[in-house]
C-alpha cells in the first residue's frame, strides 16, 4: 500500500511539473511572437513613413521637433525626408502665428505671414496635413506638412499648353 502512494505522489508529481513546463513554454513563445510582430510592425511603419510623411503620427514628429522659448529644432532626419518628399513643415502656435518653418518658398526658417499661409495651405498645388504637439509643452503646437499636389500641377500644366477649344485634332461629325 505504501509503494501504491508513493507511486501516486511522483505520478502528480510528474503531471503537476508537466502542466508548469507547458505553461512556460505558452507563456514564453507567447513573448517571442509578441516581440517578433512589434518588431516587424515597427519597421513597416518606418519605411511607410520614408516613403510618404503623411502616414507618420505625432508622435513621430513630437520626437523630431523640438520647440524651447518658440525656437523651433527640426531633425536633420526629418529634414532629409521632407526634402525627398518634396514638402514643407510650418509649426504653428494656436492662434496661427508661424515660429518655425523648413523648405518653405523663403528657402529658410522666416516667419510667414497669415495671407502666406492661407494661400499655401489653399492654393491649387498642395496637399496638406496637420498634427498636433501638445503632448510636452505648455501650450498646444500645430505641424503642417505641405506636400505639392503633382497630378493637379500636371493637370493645370497640360490645361494651358492645349485649348481644347480651338483644339483641330479632334474630329468633327
Same mark, same amino acid.
Given at each position: 500500500?505504501?509503494?501504491?502512494?508513493?507511486?501516486?505522489?511522483?505520478? %502528480?508529481?510528474? /503531471?503537476?511539473?508537466?502542466?508548469?513546463?507547458?505553461?512556460?513554454?505558452?507563456? !514564453?513563445?507567447?513573448?517571442? &511572437?509578441?516581440?517578433?510582430?512589434?518588431?516587424? =510592425?515597427? *519597421?513597416?511603419?518606418? #519605411?511607410?513613413?520614408?516613403?510618404? &510623411?503623411?502616414?507618420? @503620427?505625432?508622435l513621430f514628429f513630437s520626437?523630431? /521637433? #523640438? /520647440?524651447?522659448?518658440?525656437?523651433?529644432?527640426?531633425? @536633420?532626419?526629418? %529634414?532629409? +525626408?521632407?526634402?525627398?518628399?518634396? =514638402?514643407? !513643415?510650418?509649426?504653428?502656435?494656436? $492662434? =496661427?502665428?508661424?515660429? =518655425? #518653418?523648413? $523648405?518653405t518658398a523663403q528657402h529658410?526658417?522666416?516667419?510667414?505671414?497669415? $495671407?502666406?499661409?492661407?494661400?499655401? /495651405?489653399?492654393?491649387? *498645388?498642395? @496637399?496638406? +496635413? *496637420?498634427?498636433?504637439? @501638445?503632448?510636452?509643452?505648455?501650450?498646444? *503646437?500645430?505641424?503642417?506638412? +505641405?506636400?505639392? $499636389?503633382?497630378?493637379?500641377?500636371?493637370?493645370?500644366?497640360?490645361?494651358?499648353?492645349?485649348?481644347?477649344?480651338?483644339? #483641330?485634332?479632334?474630329?468633327?461629325?
Open positions: 500500500m505504501f509503494q501504491a502512494v508513493a507511486v501516486m505522489n511522483i505520478l %502528480k508529481r510528474f /503531471i503537476l511539473q508537466f502542466f508548469k513546463q507547458i505553461t512556460l513554454a505558452f507563456i !514564453l513563445l507567447s513573448l517571442i &511572437l509578441v516581440t517578433i510582430l512589434g518588431t516587424i =510592425g515597427f *519597421y513597416i511603419t518606418n #519605411s511607410e513613413v520614408t516613403k510618404d &510623411l503623411s502616414n507618420a @503620427d505625432s520626437n523630431r /521637433i #523640438s /520647440i524651447e522659448d518658440e525656437k523651433v529644432t527640426i531633425d @536633420d532626419q526629418l %529634414k532629409k +525626408l521632407v526634402k525627398n518628399q518634396d =514638402g514643407q !513643415l510650418l509649426v504653428l502656435k494656436e $492662434n =496661427g502665428d508661424v515660429i =518655425g #518653418s523648413y $523648405n529658410g526658417s522666416v516667419d510667414i505671414d497669415k $495671407n502666406e499661409l492661407t494661400s499655401l /495651405i489653399f492654393g491649387n *498645388y498642395t @496637399d496638406y +496635413l *496637420y498634427w498636433s504637439l @501638445d503632448e510636452e509643452y505648455s501650450q498646444p *503646437y500645430f505641424l503642417l506638412f +505641405l506636400k505639392k $499636389n503633382t497630378s493637379l500641377e500636371m493637370l493645370n500644366e497640360i490645361q494651358s499648353e492645349v485649348d481644347l477649344k480651338k483644339s #483641330s485634332s479632334w474630329p468633327t461629325r
